[in-house]
Nanobody
């Protein structure tokens, strides 16, 4: 069982930056692949980024590639999402998630554990 607690959301102007954190409970954090998803207003949840447990390989949605960076610190049981050059269309509730298995996937259905979600609002 893994519990995920997110922090670092909020309001930022377009072009600004935010860093999201996702702290995990449990002793096996290093063996879980982790991901970030978001749900924009009135839209379905979508994949943002993921990071494997085996070698910390990273994967990004095309809409955020080059602007967002996902990382993890296994010693702190924490995953991060550094968001830069933010745009109004990045406005959404952001969720972190964890799963066993390590193959690349952008499917939320592959993830077993989810954080509570935190609002990120980018003003124009």
């Amino acid at each position: 069982q893994v519990q995920l607690v997110e922090s670092g959301g909020g309001l930022v102007q377009a072009g600004g930056s935010l860093r999201r954190s996702c702290a995990a409970s449990g002793r096996r954090f290093s063996s879980y692949a982790m991901g970030w998803f978001r749900q924009p207003p009135g839209k379905e949840r979508e994949f943002v980024a993921s990071i494997t447990w085996s070698d910390s390989s990273t994967y990004y949605a095309s809409s955020v590639k080059g602007r967002f960076t996902v990382s993890r610190d296994n010693a702190k049981n924490t995953m991060y999402l550094q968001m830069s050059s933010l745009k109004p269309e990045d406005t959404a509730v952001y969720y972190c998630a964890a799963r066993t298995g390590d193959h690349p996937t952008d499917s939320g259905a592959a993830y077993s554990y989810w954080g509570q979600g935190t609002q990120v609002t980018v003003s124009s």
